[in-house]
């Protein structure tokens, strides 16, 4: 586990992407200045450009980044280390359940070679972080169910109220699990006292509280979830108005819908569309495209050739589950496979959310336990036939064929078809850039992959302190006497081989474009040409060669700007 998840972590994947950078200047800003890089020292959130962070995956990076030397390593070495606790975690949890170290070593495998756990493991991610908690909070749990040790059941509901400040889909389920945990296990509640069991829901409620309001009631920054949530789809309406019509029997009149008939009511409405979105969501939770063949369909959030789970994983899928339920009577396995659904719920409650791997990372911690006592069923079946060793190698074989498979395709293909999603391009334009910024008054960057300026921050060495005293208004026109006046996003209109475009080039401007910006293959002396009144600076480049950005200026010639009168081979 420690090795797949450390490996190569500066180049796999190809670069650090825009979440990353933003964790990355929050840690530097915390290790310089004690505050986040807009200024605020609130113990609740640390305070980005568009949104309020959670503060303990900073917290834990903030601890394990002078370690390292890398930049990369910097930002990915405690989600790493974090990675490999979920590992031992999920081991534990095993053999809490099976007293088996076959189980707990099997379960050990599967977390450790897991697409969905490796791939978030080594990206400086709020998801990780959440699962650690979690699988902690079971394993206290369930270590006092057995024990009925008060240290291991005071410390569950530290380890739960804590688990707020990893990750915004913990804003629901930890005040779920607040309440469900007691009310599941009622009895064991009961016979510890009412003083003891309001002792361990005042320990829950005083983490979660204060976080609650500061991040909502108590905070400015609050347009998320209204982008996300299934409640705030504006296709909804459409969808509804559109489905009356068609009841109606006459979609040509846009102005049907808005008398609808008592039977279009019934069947065509918000509140049963929203229904039909969340229970969509839930099954595709489990879809085989999904889990199996392709997984999400973000590139930041999986390696796209392969599912969240091995292939060879859905058939011990099917014996965990029939595992499970040969255990449904034992609390803690029918704990687990409620915490797996109520894990999707926050992930189903958004437009996206049914393939989306980190909103769902709370889905997958029981999900791969059951996985994992599935092989250990099917490894226990085969010890009672005449050749189980036979078959019990046979399976071990296509299970390291399926990691191989999955290490071949993460380590080799992912860096490279999938660099555009991690931002890569902006580490290298922007050193090019400081080698060459003090020859121009001023620097414009394309907002046309990522917003630019949060890259510029972290490669180039702005101090915090700068950002904390500046602020976040970098549009063109917004100066405040400081050397940061002089970089800014750029919003290029029109492609720059339109001459009108190039003739809106100044000699004083270092422009970082992209290939949208400016469509023409500036390669090799045989691709083609540059055009005239533009004097190319730099080529970066994805890893497989294509073009990332252009650094460019405004060709002069004899001090005089040279009119882009015509341009050549500008298609």
Not at 160 to 184: C, Q
Not at 241 to 263: A, D, Y
Not at 268 to 280: C, D, G, P, T
Not at 349 to 368: E, K, N, V
Request: aromatic share 16%; proline share 5%.
């Amino acid at each position: 586990a420690t090795t797949i998840r450390f490996v190569k972590l500066n180049q796999i994947p190809s670069s650090l992407y825009y979440d990353e950078i933003d964790l990355g200047y929050q840690v530097r800003s915390l290790l310089q200045t004690g505050k986040d890089y807009r200024g605020s020292n609130s113990p609740f959130y640390f305070r980005s450009f568009n949104t309020d962070r959670t503060p303990i995956p900073v917290l834990i990076s903030a601890v394990f980044s002078p370690i390292f030397n890398s930049p990369e390593f910097k930002i990915r070495g405690g989600t790493a280390l974090v990675g490999v606790l979920v590992v031992l975690l999920a081991m534990l949890i095993t053999f809490n359940l099976t007293k088996s170290k076959l189980a707990s070593l099997i379960t050990g495998l599967v977390f450790a070679f897991s697409p969905w756990q490796v791939h978030f493991s080594r990206i400086a991610f709020e998801a990780e972080h959440l699962l650690l908690f979690l699988l902690t909070f079971i394993y206290l749990l369930f270590s006092w169910f057995q024990t009925k040790s008060l240290r291991f059941f005071y410390f569950s509901a530290l380890v739960l109220g804590l688990s707020i400040y990893t990750y915004r889909t913990m804003s629901f389920l930890a005040p779920v699990f607040l309440i469900l945990t007691p009310l599941y296990f009622g009895k064991e509640f009961f016979q510890l006292g009412i003083k003891k069991s309001l002792i361990w829901l005042f320990l829950g409620l005083a983490f979660m509280v204060p976080f609650l309001y500061a991040t909502t009631i108590g905070s400015k920054d609050q347009t998320r979830i209204n982008q996300i949530s299934i409640f705030s789809d504006t296709m909804v309406p459409i969808e509804v108005q559109r489905s009356r019509e068609l009841v109606s029997g006459n979609f040509q009149n846009p102005t049907l819908g808005q008398s609808p008939t008592f039977w279009s009511k019934v069947f065509h409405n918000k509140a049963l569309s929203f229904i039909e979105k969340f229970r969509n969501n839930t099954f595709n939770n489990f879809s085989p495209d999904f889990l199996f063949l392709s997984g999400d369909p973000n590139g930041r959030h999986s390696a796209k050739e392969t599912g969240e789970l091995l292939f060879i994983d859905i058939l011990a899928l099917v014996f965990g589950a029939y595992y499970f339920l040969l255990k449904i009577k034992d609390k803690r396995y029918s704990f687990l496979l409620i915490l797996l659904f109520l894990g999707a719920v926050p992930a189903n409650l958004t437009i996206d959310g049914a393939t989306h791997a980190p909103r769902l990372i709370s889905f997958s911690g029981p999900l791969l336990i059951i996985v994992s006592l599935g092989y250990y069923s099917i490894f226990m079946l085969f010890a009672k036939q005449k050749f189980g060793k036979y078959l019990s190698g046979t399976l071990i074989v296509i299970w390291l064929f399926a990691v191989m498979q999955f290490i071949n395709n993460y380590f080799f293909h992912f860096p490279i078809i999938n660099s555009r999603e991690f931002g890569y391009g902006f580490k290298q334009a922007v050193q090019k850039i400081n080698f060459q910024e003090s020859k121009f008054q001023h620097v414009i960057l394309t907002d046309t992959n990522d917003p630019p300026m949060l890259y510029y921050f972290y490669w180039a060495n702005v101090p915090p302190r700068d950002i904390q005293s500046y602020g976040t208004d970098f549009n063109t026109g917004v100066t405040k006497g400081t050397y940061l006046d002089k970089i800014k996003p750029g919003k290029f209109e029109l492609p720059l081989c339109d001459p009108k475009a190039i003739n809106l080039l100044k000699a004083d401007t270092l422009y970082m474009v992209s290939y949208k910006n400016l469509p023409l293959d500036f390669r090799a002396p045989d691709k083609d040409q540059v055009p005239a009144g533009v004097k190319l600076l730099e080529v970066i480049k994805y890893p497989d060669n294509e073009v990332a950005f252009y650094l460019i200026t405004r060709d002069t010639k004899n001090g005089s700007e040279v009119l882009a009168l015509k341009t050549q081979k500008c298609n």
